[in-house]
Structures are given as structure tokens and as C-alpha cells.
């Protein structure tokens, strides 16, 4: 069969697309053909009506392609609505060569539907003999073979609903022509960047050919990219402990942070920053000293190694020597000697400090391992940084990070993962998506159940008779402030890490100079929480 060769301009544009191929046709869609398939012809064979069809249907010249038809009335009726909803931009047609029976023809049909969209199928063409000559046996199959009377195919590709959802399938951000846009009231605005970098990713081909009716409802779907994400992508995000995040951070005059976890699950139920903490998800990477809040990590290593129990009696000075150390407490107050439960509630830096001096040198990091504090995790669309903490050989060393100073860092992810994994008893692997997992590239493994019991205890004499009292009329609230100095003339950064329930939190004030600011988000935060 001769080789054929057509041109074809798609709306007048300037840019001009020639294909040469065997018993095909190429073309741009959109405008008539111009005559380029030949009109009925009472003398021509099968194999010549067969692709002079395809030459009109591959140029959309209905009327040519419908005028070699037995039907042409149905056909031009069919083929003029059954693509109309297609956005087509092009179409190619490639007949097989026949093998024996001439009158049946079997083509290849592919369409481009806008950028980056292709389909492709295997069709048949039969060609009959009518008394006006060989035509077409006209169906609507020969468009889809699917397709059937007063059915037409349609392009659906999503623009203009939600890309990505929250848990609850309110929408956080909507697909658009120029790409995703924060929806209406979306919240999560620290993340709503990195997950709309991750949602174009999985949802630019998400694309579909559906069959619909006469009504326009959707009869099946006919075609959709292998791998391509229907949409939306469903977050762990919860709509309302989100903005009872964002109204604690936004009531601080200082910059603050705010990060939430389901213990249960490891679900991340809300990330949120104030303005003054600027656009940088510093909620889910900046490390820092996190100060007594790190007593957890130091209090889990005391028990699991046995130098001391809830109940031990441990003296709780204003102030101590320790090697060449000399620690204060925060206003130097002194207990006298108290119950380790007691000095933890009250915060005695005195105590601790003590205590962490007097541990082996890798204890408190391996305890601050099994607190989640040197896991790490791929959780698709984000970036993430738990904290840092490693064996400290010099005592002095291990008594400056026992209270959280030296070169113990955390994130306020960091935290609220070390407050999940106290308050679920086991590993938390923290995930943003419902149905893309996150990678565990650094596990953990919890602290013994007995260890974590004491802790869970210690927690709750803190809000109810220590540093967070401001925290006990809220419910069963467990955790601890911290104060974490800095070097240099900067004003110290708050810090409160607990859960209630199966929210574990982390708050992060910079440069409050105490705990108590971190303390009252809590509580804006707790207060905020549906029941």
C-alpha cells in the first residue's frame, strides 16, 4: 500500500506537523479537512474505503468520514458527539495490513488530549458492499469499542477538585488549570507547599476516558494511565486540631511552633507556625536545645539503668558542684530531698544533673533512642529532623545534657514523636498520607513498659503539682516544660512536650526566656481540641 502524507494545522497556528506512515494518517485536530479524504466512491476496493475512513476520522471531517458509511446520518451524528468532550489535539490512525478477507481492517487509533496526554487502542473497520458501492459498516464501536448508541466518551482530568484533603475529606488544596491552590480556608500553611510539590508529582497524569450517556452520567471508564493517582492524596491532617494548633501559635508575640501526633497511628494531626517563625518548616527541622523537656530522655535512662526508682529520695539543692559544673536551679528554689517523681514535676536541674553525671556514657543517648529522638524517617512530601543526641564520655558533658543543654538538640516534630512513643508504648512511625507510607530509614525500639509507666506518672505530677499547673483543669494532661538557655545574649526559648489522650504535642516559644508561654499555647491548644 502506498505511503500517504498529510499536513494539518491545529486552530490556524503557525506551527505545521507532517507525518509520513504506511496506511495512516497523522494529523493536528481541529480543523475540516479540507478535502483530504475522497468523497464515496462507487468503483473503489475495501482496502481503499477503509482508509480513506480512517483519513477523515484521523483529520475529524466528520461529514467525509460519516459519508462512507452505510449510515451516514447516524454516523455523523455519532462521531460529531462522542468527541466532542474529548479536548482532542491530535489523532493518529495506522491501519494493519490485512491478512486474507480484505473487507475487515484493523487500525490503531491514538489520540492526544492536550499535553502529556495520550491513548492509544486496537480497532476494527469492516467494509461492506451497499448498492451505491463498498462503505463502512457504520457503529458506534468503530469509535471505541465500547462504545454503544447515545453514548459519547469523555475527558476527565480533575481541574477544579481537591488535589489533597484532610482526614476528614475537607480540601487543603485544589487543582487548578495553572496547577494546585491552598483551598478556601485550608489551614497548614507550613506544609502546604511541600505537599502541593508532592501532589502535582503523583496527580499531573491523572487523567481519565469515560464512557458516559445521554444524560452525561458516567457509564464506565474506558482508559486511565497506568500509576496515576485519581486523586485527591488523603492527609493524616485533622481539620480542627489544625486550627486549634494555628490559634495557639498565633496568639505568641514571639516565634512559635506547634506540632501534633496521634500516638496510636503516628498520624501528624497538625504542623503549625506563627508568622514571626517565618515561611521554613523549623516546626518539623529546627533543632535546638530543648531543655527540661529533655528530663524525659534523662528520667527514662535513670530508671532503666536502676540508679533510682519514682519513689527514690534524692536531694533537690538550689544549687550544685559537680566536677567543675555548677549548676542552679531556675531561681536557685530548694526542696530539700524529694522523691525523683517530685524533683521531675518541679524541674530540679540540681537533681538530674547529678543523676546524668553518674550514667554511663551512652545512656542517655540510647535512652533518647528509644524516645524516637534519633529516628529517622522519608515521609513522602516532607522533611523531617528528630534531634540529635549521642554518647558523652566526660561526666561533665553527660551533666549538661541531662538537662538539656550541651549538645542535646531536638525539633518540635522531635519532641512530640518522644511524647507519643511515652504516651503509646511502642515505636511511633509518624505518616502525613492515609495511603503512601513512610520509609523508616532509622528505627527504634520503646523503652521497657515498667520504665515508661513511672515516666507517664512523673508527666502527670508535673501538671498537677509542678512547672505546668496552669495545664491541670484540661483533662488528663501529661508533661514537661523546659527552659532552654542560649549562648549569647539571647533570651531563652520555651518549651512544653505531653499528650492528652491520643494527641501527643510539642510547643516551641523562641526567646520567651521561660516555659510559661509554651505553657498557655498548650492550653489555647488543649482548650481548642474537639471533645
Known sequence: MEARQRRWVL???????????????????GEPSQGTAQGPRDDADAGEVALDFLDAFAAGDVAAAAALTD?????????????????????????????????????????????????????????VRTGEGRRVDWTPALVHPRLRDGQALELRTGDGAPGVVDRDGRPLLDRR????EPAEKAGARIL??????LAAERLAAAWSVVIVDARGAEVSTVHAPAGAEAGPLVSTLSGATQRAAQTAVDEVDA?????????????????AQNASAGDAP????????????????????VLGSGAAGAETVLPCPGRDRIGTRTIPNDGEFDLGAVPLRTAFAHSCNTTFARLAADLPPEALADAATSLGLNADFEIPGLTTEAGRV?????????????????????????????AATVASGQAVTPRLWRDLDTTVVSGYEPPPAGVLADVRGMMREAVTGGTATALAGLGDV???TGTAQLAGPARAHGWFAGYRGDVAFAVLVEHAGTAEPSVRAAGTFLSGLPD
Request: net charge positive.
Open 11 to 29: 486552530g490556524g497556528a503557525a506551527a505545521a506537523v507532517v507525518a509520513i506512515v504506511t496506511a495512516g494518517v497523522l494529523v493536528l485536530y
Open 282 to 301: 523549623t516546626a518539623l527541622t529546627g533543632l535546638s536545645a530543648p531543655g527540661s523537656t529533655f528530663k524525659i530522655a534523662t528520667a527514662t535512662a
Open 255 to 271: 516565634p512559635a511552633s506547634l506540632v501534633a501526633i496521634r500516638p496510636s497511628t503516628g498520624a501528624i494531626l497538625a504542623v
Open 478 to 480: 501529661r508533661g514537661k
Open 390 to 418: 549521642g554518647p558523652a564520655a566526660d561526666p561533665v558533658q553527660r551533666l549538661e545534657d541531662g538537662i538539656g543543654q550541651g549538645r542535646v538538640q531536638a525539633s518540635p516534630f522531635g519532641l512530640a514523636l518522644m
Open 71 to 127: 449510515d451516514p446520518a447516524a454516523a455523523e451524528a455519532t462521531l460529531s458527539r462522542a468527541t466532542a468532550r474529548l479536548g482532542v489535539t491530535g489523532v493518529e490512525t495506522r491501519a494493519v495490513p490485512p491478512k486474507g478477507d480484505e473487507s475487515f481492517r484493523d487500525f490503531r487509533v491514538t489520540w492526544t488530549l492536550g499535553a502529556g496526554r495520550t491513548w492509544a487502542y486496537d480497532n476494527r473497520v469492516h467494509v
Open 177 to 180: 488549570a495553572g496547577g494546585l
Open 192 to 197: 502546604l507547599p511541600s505537599m502541593s510539590r
